[in-house]
DNA sequence: TAAGTATATAACTATTTGCTTATGAATGTA
DNA sequence: TACATTCATAAGCAAATAGTTATATACTTA
């Protein structure tokens, strides 16, 4: 068990950033696997400037971290952060969503870009 | 570290309910005292349907149970609810709240109804 | 029983949110 | 250079949210 003291006023950001199935589902995906916009496009079957959207959130709190590589630009989860080791105490508890991944590796839509 | 698996559906919306600063403050709260409305209404100097409709919201998900003692109902975590230990596991990473309650007690409200 | 206190619910409102489409900027390639 | 692809941003919209005031319900007490 955790024994970080959190502020209420940050808590309840993160909370709230992670209370949105979409973001809470692409945090449990970028915790294990680095993705580009685009797969997380395929994956949410939402329009690209929403999965943008919410990537911004996630970025503007530190959350997740970009990473460009040629035409792509890849994100994943900021390790570093202050309250890392709170979200990933509760991306810990979901279940693994790598049968996502797979479905799109089936579709040979990730290929593409990875 | 926990190692419950959580749907994800039930943690978006229990993070959705947490990621509310009231809520989550007074679910820090009640991890510790009962409280009766009046109590919150005086502590988060909202009007008395606000602190209401707050506590359905919870009761809805049965992360609270109320329980009338005469003329007051008396709200608390409901320690038994399948998340709670998830909850818990964020709360405690919270700092205790219990100035609020103190403040109360020599403002002379909280000897009003407990 | 009548009046007072505590709480819940209904109705309304302003703000926030998550999506969409349209468009611009950055990179890769023919 | 021209064109295609990837991603970000802007603008607009419908739904959700958190608050308010007004009112109903339940209990206590004089």
């Known amino acids: 068990m955790l024994k970080t003291t959190m502020k209420i006023d940050d808590t309840v ?5 992670l209370g949105d199935k979409t973001r809470l589902t692409m945090m449990k995906i970028m915790d294990h696997y680095d993705c580009c916009v685009c797969e997380l496009v395929e994956i949410f079957k939402v329009s690209q400037p929403a999965i943008s959207q ?19 630009i890849f994100y994943s989860i900021n ?12 991306l810990q508890q979901l279940p693994s969503q790598a049968d ?14 990875c």
Do not use: M, N
């Open 13 to 17: 950001t993160i909370l709230k950033l």
């Open 54 to 72: 919410h990537l911004r959130k996630l970025r503007d709190l530190g959350l997740v971290k970009e990473e460009r590589r040629g035409q792509w």
């Open 79 to 90: 390790k570093t952060h202050e309250y890392y080791p709170f979200i990933e105490q509760i």
């Open 100 to 113: 996502k991944l797979k479905a799109l590796e089936e579709q040979g839509t990730r290929i593409s870009c």
